[in-house]
């Protein structure tokens, strides 16, 4: 019989390990045949054998391409995930986070922003798209549409469809 340090032997440890188990693990414990398990060591690695399955893996850069904004979701709701999901993976680009974003946004203009003029910090990408949340929000309002109504106004469509500006003489 093994003793430790601490005066227990190999079976108390493996009793005590068994009073830490709940649900399907200790399911699993009550069905292990009797004299399968010769010590603690034993029954430790038999468990870790079972359960290694549920272990959490470092996630990597590739987990933010499964992050995408569903249909109906809010720009503001959207960027929360992403920015959680960002927090969940170590040793991330910041560099490739506006290309990864964009390919993941529903949001055209805030993808033309960010296509246009790439961001070369998370800040920088969290702060231009604070700007495309507080139009979002607003066209939630209502007033979204009267600031676009009144952009609009300055501007007339000619016959092939294209925007020009009144005040502008076209050199045709």
């Not at 227990?8 to 398990?37: E, H, N, R, S, V």
């Not at 702060?127 to 007339?156: C, P, T």
Request: hydrophobic share 35%.
């Amino acid at each position: 019989m093994k003793v430790d340090l601490y005066g227990f032997t190999d079976a108390t440890y493996c009793k005590i390990f068994q009073t830490t188990m709940t649900g399907q693990a200790q399911g699993w414990f009550i069905k292990l045949p009797g004299g399968t398990i010769d010590g603690c060591a034993q029954l430790v690695k038999q468990f870790l054998s079972q359960y290694s399955i549920n272990k959490k893996y470092e996630k990597t850069g590739i987990y933010l391409f499964k992050v995408l904004q569903r249909e109906g979701e809010t720009l503001r709701d959207y960027v929360q995930l992403f920015l959680y999901a960002v927090h969940e993976v170590h040793y991330v680009n910041h560099g490739l986070l506006a290309g990864i974003l964009m390919k993941n946004l529903r949001h055209v203009h805030f993808q033309e922003s960010l296509a246009d003029h790439p961001p070369s910090t998370l800040d920088e990408l969290l702060s231009r798209g604070e700007k495309y949340i507080r139009i979002e929000k607003a066209a939630e309002m209502g007033l979204y549409m009267k600031w676009k109504r009144d952009e609009d106004r300055h501007f007339h469509h000619n016959r092939d469809g294209d925007r020009h500006n009144p005040g502008r003489r076209d050199k045709r």
